[in-house]
């Protein structure tokens, strides 16, 4: 079972979600549900949708559009 993360902007509006299965890996979806990134704490790196890394860190808000 994922544990969900709702992210707002300064005005309250939705602009993504995180979501964190029970081994800490998390995945971003912007508002309309669609996969922008993971971020894995085993290997400390955050991928795209293609798997392609970002960079070292949770980086994950940094994919929102």
């Known amino acids: 079972m ?3 993360q ?3 902007d300064s005005k309250f509006k939705i602009i993504g979600y995180i979501d964190t299965d029970n081994h800490g890996k998390q995945k ?3 508002a309309k549900f669609h996969t922008l990134g993971y971020y894995d704490p085993k290997t400390n790196y955050t991928t795209d949708e293609k798997f392609h890394r970002v960079g070292q860190g ?3 808000t940094s ?3």
Do not use: E, G, S, Y
Request: charged share 25%.
């Open 63 to 65: 994919l929102l559009r």
């Open 58 to 60: 949770n980086l994950l």
């Open 2 to 4: 994922a544990n969900r």
């Open 28 to 30: 971003i979806l912007d």
């Open 6 to 8: 709702t992210l707002k």
